[in-house]
DNA sequence: ATGGATGCAAAGTGTTTGCAGCCAG
DNA sequence: CTGGCTGCAAACACTTTGCATCCAT
């Protein structure tokens, strides 16, 4: 977790142990886990820890560019500290968030930044339907 | 506004005084409100208009599929009577929120589905930069 | 006539804020 | 030492709900 404290300190957030343990949980999960979520795996190692901190964590987080929060459906927001602008993938069915690693887009979307004279700064792409996993299994 | 009277009779949706309002509003913009600027743009011709009601029959159109809702960053939620799926880009200066009619990512986000097995029944498109409008008028 | 819609107020949810005490730098 | 962080509780904004009344069918 020195690596952590270290990116957290290249952004000048200071370093407290409540900021490493939630940078720590987001840094080593796909899951894009909800402020709540964060919070209730805390607890136990962190007694103390409260909701409010992690939401100004989350906050502070997301200005220095270190997570991205997503906002999906009704649903609280989720965070994602893979920086890398990518799409996500819900399922529909299981509720898991899919990161998707692809450049598949890429060419379309510069197109369009062309085709339509608004200039794109950051993209928020979601697809929503059935991952392969709940495919096979719904089949039984 | 018979017409629309004639779609929310065919979703089998009782057709109330409010109810046309609302759609009407709608279907008759592209701005996309939130339910707080229909409620208020009722409140002189349907003195007793509630908000509840713009909610709820948000909410019934929702179901009906007759609106879609969008979620775009912190703000409360805005509404689009356009049915047909398109992405859409948000002005980060102006706030202004265009559609997007295009079928430029079509053939990707076919190529997306089959590269990774996940079936994609609907999608969610943000584009969040700056629009020509607005790239103009900051040159001044 | 009757089941669903309205509209008020109250409750709910996720998130933010105020502030006193605390701790990293 | 000092400004920023924590953590509690209270406040907040948006949305939903309960319920008595009303109205479209």
Redesign the pocket.
Same mark, same amino acid.
């Given at each position: 977790m020195e690596r952590l404290a270290e990116i957290l300190?290249a952004k000048k957030? %200071?370093?407290?142990?409540?900021?490493l343990a939630i940078y720590k949980v987001l840094y080593e999960t796909t899951a894009h886990p909800? @402020?709540?979520v964060i919070y209730n795996a805390l607890k136990a190692t962190?007694p103390?820890?409260?909701?409010?901190?992690v939401? %100004?964590?989350l906050?502070?987080l997301k200005k220095a560019d270190l997570v991205h929060e997503l906002s999906i459906g009704?649903e609280? @927001?989720r965070y994602d500290a893979n920086m890398k602008s990518h799409p996500h993938m819900v399922c529909l069915h299981c509720n898991k968030v899919y990161d998707l690693h692809t450049s598949t887009l890429d060419d379309a979307i510069n197109n369009l930044q062309s085709e339509t004279d608004f200039e794109i700064l950051s993209t928020k792409i979601y697809f929503y339907g059935i991952c392969s996993g709940c495919k096979t299994a719904t089949l039984s």
């Open positions: 300190k957030l %200071k370093v407290t142990p409540q900021r909800t @402020a709540d962190h103390t820890m409260s909701l409010a901190t939401y %100004k964590t906050d502070a009704d609280s @927001a």
